[in-house]
């Protein structure tokens, strides 16, 4: 059985920083991807980012390139999301995943059997 610890989050400023740390336990390290999905209050839950324990494969959704960096400790079997400059847009409840990579490229949330969860934690940001 996987499970994943999910930890990071919390309040900060508009233009400020967060780390999100994701860790797995019974994870096949050939198979899967860890990442990240978040969800706002009043909206459909989309995918984030997810990086290959294997060999660094990464995802990353056109709203968060170029200010959200994954990266992973292998023998950890752990990701991290490093967030800058973030924005308002960017709180919501941010979900802990395992599963495909490929199931992040092409995400719905039809597609939510397809993964293992961990627990949200909040990211909000305030002007």
């Not at 989309?46 to 494969?57: F, H, N, P, Q, Y």
């Not at 950890?76 to 941010?94: F, G, H, K, P, R």
């Amino acid at each position: 059985e996987v499970q994943l610890q999910a930890s990071g989050g919390g309040l900060v400023q508009a233009g400020g920083s967060l780390r999100l740390s994701c860790a797995a336990d019974g994870l096949r390290l050939d198979d899967y991807a860890i990442g990240w999905f978040r969800q706002a209050p009043g909206k459909q839950r989309e995918a984030v980012s997810a990086i290959m324990l294997s060999d660094g494969r990464t995802y990353y959704s056109d709203s968060v390139k170029g200010r959200f960096t994954i990266s992973r400790d292998v023998a950890e079997y752990t990701a991290y999301q490093q967030m800058d400059n973030l924005e308002q847009e960017d709180s919501a409840t941010y979900y802990c995943a395992t599963g495909f990579l490929a199931a992040w490229h092409n995400y719905t949330p039809e597609r939510d059997n397809e993964f293992y969860w961990g627990q949200g934690t909040l990211v909000t940001v305030s002007s």
